[in-house]
């Protein structure tokens, strides 16, 4: 069955970029028609969903971090990617990769573990 | 945007009761609507999906119901195991998705 795998750094200083990368294993990240999610859990516990990628390299972003967000696909390594950013405390979270099955009106249907990230100076 | 929002805040029930959570959208979302469940430190699990659809391995006592602007999440009877955060998610038509602020069901 397939699974994910969120990595990156734990801790990233205010104003750089954060890096994360999502390995998708038991299945390829380019077939069926699912896209590929990332989503963040701030300490308070709300959930946003921050944007999801295509095989093809097709991305929808959430207006709220359009303008600091890039999500990248590399189908050879079975792996997507996220970069944000300009960072503040603000980005502090738990920071989820999942597969999304909207197009087969379902949602997210598998998570990766999180990783936590802390932004401070 | 479209937004979700859930009550109560905090459910606080007894083994074996029925529990029913609710879930408002601000838009029409048709049957567009998912539930997740939350186990402390654990990631969200799918739980129901298409507003009434069981995921994979969800047990029966899970279910379903609404359309359009109101929604519901109902525990037929409540096991120590369903002790969680309860979310919904809409993902109708054209994103972004959104969540709604959870649920806490509590013994």
């Known amino acids: 069955q397939v699974q994910l795998q969120a990595s990156g750094p734990g801790l990233v200083k205010t104003s750089q970029t954060l890096s994360l990368t999502c390995t998708v294993s038991g299945g390829s990240i380019s077939s069926g028609g699912y896209y590929w999610s990332w989503i963040r859990q701030y300490p308070g516990k709300g959930l946003e969903w921050i944007g999801y990628i295509f095989y093809s390299g097709s991305t929808y972003y959430n207006p709220s971090l359009e303008s600091r967000l890039t999500i990248s696909i590399d189908t050879s390594k079975n792996q997507f990617s996220l970069n944000l950013t300009s960072l503040t405390a603000a980005d502090t979270a738990v920071y989820y990769c999942a597969r999304d099955a909207w197009g087969y009106g379902s949602g997210l249907d598998v998570w990766g573990q999180g990783t936590t990230v802390t932004v401070s100076s | 945007e479209i937004v979700m929002t859930q009550s109560p805040a905090t459910l606080s029930v007894s083994p074996g009761e029925r529990v029913t959570l609710s879930c408002r959208a601000s838009?029409?979302?048709?049957?567009?609507l998912a539930w997740y469940q939350q186990k402390p430190g654990q990631a969200p699990r799918l739980l129901i999906y298409g507003a009434s659809t069981r995921a994979t391995g969800i047990p029966a006592r899970f279910s379903g119901s609404g359309s359009g602007t109101e929604f519901s999440l109902t525990i037929s009877s409540l096991q120590s195991e369903d002790v969680a955060v309860y979310y919904c998610?809409?993902?109708?038509?054209?994103?972004?998705?959104?969540f709604g602020q959870g649920t806490k069901v509590e013994i």
């Open positions: 998610q809409q993902y109708t038509i054209w994103p972004p998705w959104t």
């Open positions: 838009h029409s979302l048709s049957s567009n």
